[in-house]
């Protein structure tokens, strides 16, 4: 029955390449209400950015030493560097700047197998922040408070890739006043402070644009995912990983025909998802997962399977509105959910992912264009101004207890 009515939706809705279909796929459709206005929000001239500058150490030699920081999924602490530099927000007075930014590549210290280690973190920060302390004035006037941090591994300025540890160390006590610019958001949690700006995974722009295909190509597969069930080495049971979603998927859909799910990772990987009608996103707790990116990038409805996320830039990008949410509890009955969505639901989501607007706010292009993630950062920056007077610090005052934490981040860096 099931496949049945998964053939219905796609000959009724989706077509199989003929004229009117391919026009009506073809469509998009403005956001309407303040949710497409602040996505299409201009942050020249709404507010300025002082960029320090600090020694090459804490940031270019770091990816000298290893270029392939480049390319991981946290790679937007150096692209919104090299964005600030000649950005028309950037001052070199920093008497009249709203922000400043301190340019330190924290997740640039890769494995062997490229996976960043957060352990050194700690100290470099508060190695930077004490070079910040001692040279300008600016950070003793509000300890940070109108200072913005891109902290984009796992957990934030927690610095740590596991969660109970994370949550043991909490975010660096030299950090709890600034803004974190961070792709961890879960509510209620230690690692996300409030007013922190949920940002997409830095993904290929370059890569993905060499893969479109045709935007009238048929979308012939229902649901789609390729990726990892289990974490094999530290958790084969699947409990932990992705808090068990994954584990889930696999155990349930593994053997279903409406279920294109798999391990294995394709040549066609791209291609793929744009013939597929929704895209799994059993992001857990983590919505630095590329896929949720790549989803949006190639129009296929996000099934968003992460319970208390907060998803990138969720007040510009109608998320409700373009993707599907699953309750962790609710993924063995995914299959009778997707299909009950009516098509009239399916064909309006498509036409809101059509909009370039979706797509350029989730993505790092170099040079950068309007309206994309950088601009999504500045806009969420914007819209904190003006501070509130009670960040500014009386003569002597102080707020942060430099010496809290674990012994281990007070050494030297």
């Given at each position: ?105 924290p997740t640039c210290d ?158 066609t990987y791209y291609e ?18 590329p896929r949720l990116v ?120």
């Amino acid at each position: 029955m099931r496949v049945c009515l998964w053939f219905f939706v796609v000959v009724i809705v989706f077509g199989f390449g003929d004229g009117k279909n391919a026009d009506q796929r073809l469509r998009t459709e403005r956001i309407s209400g303040s949710a497409g206005d602040v996505l299409e929000d201009n942050p020249v001239g709404r507010l300025k950015v002082y960029v320090y500058e600090l020694p090459s150490k804490y940031n270019k030699k770091l990816l000298q030493k290893d270029p392939r920081c480049l390319t991981h999924m946290f790679a937007a602490e150096i692209f919104m560097h090299r964005f600030l530099l000649s950005s028309p927000v950037r001052t070199l007075n920093p008497e009249e700047a709203d922000w400043f930014y301190t340019p330190i590549y924290p997740t640039c210290d890769l494995t062997p197998t490229g996976l960043p280690l957060p352990f050194n973190s700690p100290r470099m920060m508060r190695s930077a922040i004490q070079l910040l302390s001692s040279n300008w004035p600016y950070w003793n006037r509000t300890e940070g408070a109108d200072h913005f941090f891109v902290v984009p591994h796992d957990f934030g300025a927690c610095f740590h890739y596991q969660e109970e540890k994370a949550i043991e160390r909490g975010i660096l006590p030299l950090l709890r006043r600034a803004t974190l610019v961070q792709t961890f958001g879960q509510r209620n949690h230690v690692c996300l402070n409030e007013g922190s700006i949920t940002i997409p995974p830095y993904a290929p722009p370059q890569k993905m644009q060499a893969h479109q295909i045709p935007l009238d190509t048929p979308r012939s597969i229902f649901v789609y995912f390729r990726g990892l069930f289990y974490d094999v080495n530290n958790d084969p049971e699947g409990g932990y990983y992705a808090r068990g979603a994954r584990a889930a998927v696999w155990e349930n859909f593994k053997n279903n025909p409406l279920f294109d799910i798999s391990t294995d990772h394709p040549t066609t990987y791209y291609e793929d998802m744009q013939r597929a009608i929704f895209c799994l996103c059993p992001l857990g707790w983590a919505p630095w997962s590329p896929r949720l990116v790549e989803a949006v990038v190639f129009g296929c409805i996000p099934v968003i399977i992460a319970d208390d996320i907060v998803l990138p830039f969720a007040d510009a990008i109608p998320w409700e509105e373009i993707g599907v949410f699953v309750a962790e509890e609710d993924v063995p009955h995914l299959d009778t959910f997707l299909t009950s969505i009516p098509p009239e639901v399916i064909l309006r989501k498509q036409r809101l992912l059509a909009n370039p607007s979706m797509k350029r706010a989730m993505l790092f292009p170099q040079p950068a264009q309007p309206g994309d993630a950088f601009h999504q950062i500045l806009n969420g920056l914007a819209r904190k101004l003006p501070h509130d007077r009670t960040v500014y610090l009386k003569p002597g005052q102080k707020v942060l207890n430099w010496t809290a934490g674990p012994a281990g981040d007070l050494k030297p860096w």
